[in-house]
């Protein structure tokens, strides 16, 4: 009774017989049907896995832009409430604000949540 192949190294199979010993794998039939379902089964499983991984990247590719049009969107609204603070008075920054802003980030991410916030608020008041 033949033993299904085993890898023996990348793209190579080899056939080995009842007693585990290299050999001709028996019927010259039964190696060709293993040998296909082997190769179709390999080239199956990377074909799906690319397309995962394609989808997966165009996936993260769409929050990307939306994350770059948010950001635009959130620095020129802080330029404008920044405009508006100093026509009537107040000044270019508010200490608090800008606290509460890093305090919701970091809760939320972690310190990177911190470093995400600066950065944000740089970008809308420029830096410090």
């Excluded at 060709?32 to 082997?38: I, L």
């Excluded at 590719?61 to 100093?86: F, P, T, Y």
């Excluded at 000044?91 to 470093?115: H, N």
Aim: glycine content about 10%.
């Amino acid at each position: 009774m033949d033993l299904p192949p085993r890898a023996s190294s990348p793209g190579r199979l080899t056939f080995r017989d009842a007693t585990g010993r290299p050999g001709t794998g028996g019927h010259p039939t039964h190696r060709t049907r293993h040998r296909e379902e082997y190769d179709m089964t390999a080239t199956t499983t990377r074909t799906e896995d690319a397309t995962e991984l394609a989808e997966l990247r165009e996936r993260i590719n769409r929050i990307d832009a939306e994350l770059i049009r948010l950001w635009r969107e959130r620095s020129q609204i802080s330029k404008e409430v920044g405009r508006l603070r100093m026509a009537s008075g107040g000044t270019r920054l508010v200490l608090s604000r800008e606290r509460q802003i890093c305090d919701r980030f970091r809760e939320a991410l972690g310190e990177d949540g911190t470093q995400l916030a600066l950065l944000l608020l740089r970008a809308g008041r420029g830096p410090l």
